[in-house]
């Protein structure tokens, strides 16, 4: 098949976003689909004033009679980056066969370190937004997942000690886990960040990334075994062989190897809270290589709807669970989580009983110290001046 998709040079990109003006009407048209259709991102009225006296947010809806601009509920809200930047930073990050480390953003813009990775966090958000966009896939489906992290030649010594103190070796232990899915029809491939290998685990992420009926390939680990309402074909990597003709995860593995090559070639290191929002950007890319430059960025604006990135949720420390619960943050937070909690085990002491809780209780708390371990391990304070441990070239 041959590429006939249009592409845009950087040069060309520069003359189409030249002004503030330029790049207001691209993102208006790539958010609203021209001038004449701006409606308010509250309650949708088409009722605007277009003039409205306000230093930063010249558009008042005559409904609910709030102020609104062009950055209001996208990724964009509260920067005060210029838009031309800020369609630039569409153009390098949808084109580039890579990634643009934060490094070199802050030179190409004269920002500092800390705006230049905030920023290209936000547009990671985008292509986050737009593969969760994608919804569950159908058909034949890739499953695979890989450790990301954990060349121990490459770490500095406390890293290094850390790493090894977490279970790091040569196998699974004190890494990232990675894992995709890939539609075979459509090349769509999307990718998430998972806690272990488990039953649980693994399961859960086909059932959320396929529709039943689906034809689910994956690797041999036994989490897979015993699915609901797919069709399950395994391959044997171990072996070196299929365990079925057609059955392979190819297309997933062409996926790591540009994913890995790509962080190895863009970033000294990449941090393991942010993985996923890395691997959402290669994917995203992956995802629309085949469209027009234009196209491109046009997706990607419009995923960065509906979504924010404050910088102190960036930063926040999200713990070694996905994000998935709060450890250490304010201490209203955590008096909140043991609210939730607490109301919790009450819910389950009815349904399970109590000896049974208790057992289980008992297993999640040793899983529980391990983690905390780690973590504390994680989170030693750091000299460096960078907003994260992540240091580029
Ligand atoms: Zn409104």
Redesign the pocket.
């Known amino acids: 098949m041959t590429n006939t998709r249009k592409k845009l040079t950087l040069p060309e990109a520069r003359k189409l976003f030249a002004t503030e003006r330029a790049a207001l009407n691209f993102f208006i048209n790539a958010f609203f689909g021209g001038k004449d259709k701006i409606h ?1 991102t ?4 088409t009722n605007i004033n277009l003039k409205a006296k306000h230093p930063t947010m010249p558009w008042r ?1 005559r ?2 009679r ?1 102020h609104f601009s062009i950055r209001t509920n996208t990724v964009m809200e509260r920067s005060k980056l210029p838009l031309t930047e800020w369609a630039e930073m569409l153009f390098t990050m949808s084109s580039e066969l890579r990634s643009r480390p934060a490094k070199k953003v802050m030179n190409d813009f004269g920002h500092t370190y800390k705006t230049a990775w905030h920023m290209n966090h936000r547009i990671r958000t985008a292509f986050a937004n737009n593969n969760a966009g994608l919804g569950k896939f159908k058909g034949t489906v890739e499953i695979d997942e890989t450790a990301i992290g954990g060349k121990a030649k490459f770490m500095s010594p406390k890293t290094k000690r850390n790493f090894k103190e977490r279970g790091g070796g040569t196998g699974w232990g004190g890494k990232v886990i990675l894992a995709a899915a890939k539609e075979r029809e459509t090349g769509k491939i999307v990718p998430k960040v998972i806690q272990a290998r488990d039953k649980e685990t693994l399961q859960g992420l086909v059932y959320a990334t396929t529709l039943p009926g689906a034809t689910v390939m994956t690797d041999e680990a036994r989490g897979y075994k015993g699915m609901t309402n797919r069709e399950h074909l395994a391959v044997n990597h171990s072996a070196k062989k299929y365990v079925d003709g057609q059955a392979h995860v190819a297309g997933v593995e062409s996926f790591w190897s540009t994913f890995k090559h790509g962080i190895s070639g863009s970033f000294y290191k990449i941090s393991p809270k942010h993985t996923e929002l890395y691997a959402q950007e290669f994917a995203g890319r992956q995802n629309d290589r085949n469209e027009d430059t234009f196209e491109q960025m046009d997706k990607l604006a419009k995923g960065m709807r509906g979504v924010k990135l404050p910088y102190n949720v960036l930063i926040a420390d999200r713990g070694l669970d996905n994000f998935a619960r709060p450890i250490g943050g304010s201490i209203k937070e955590q008096i909140l989580f043991t609210r939730k909690k607490i109301r919790a085990l009450k819910a389950a002491e009815k349904t399970k009983g109590l000896d049974a809780l208790y057992k289980e209780l008992k297993e999640l708390k040793k899983l529980d110290a391990e983690e905390k371990a780690a973590y504390v391990q994680e989170q030693q304070p750091k000299v460096d001046p960078l907003p994260d441990d992540e240091i580029p070239f």
């Open positions: 308010c509250r309650c949708g009225s809806c409904d609910c709030k």
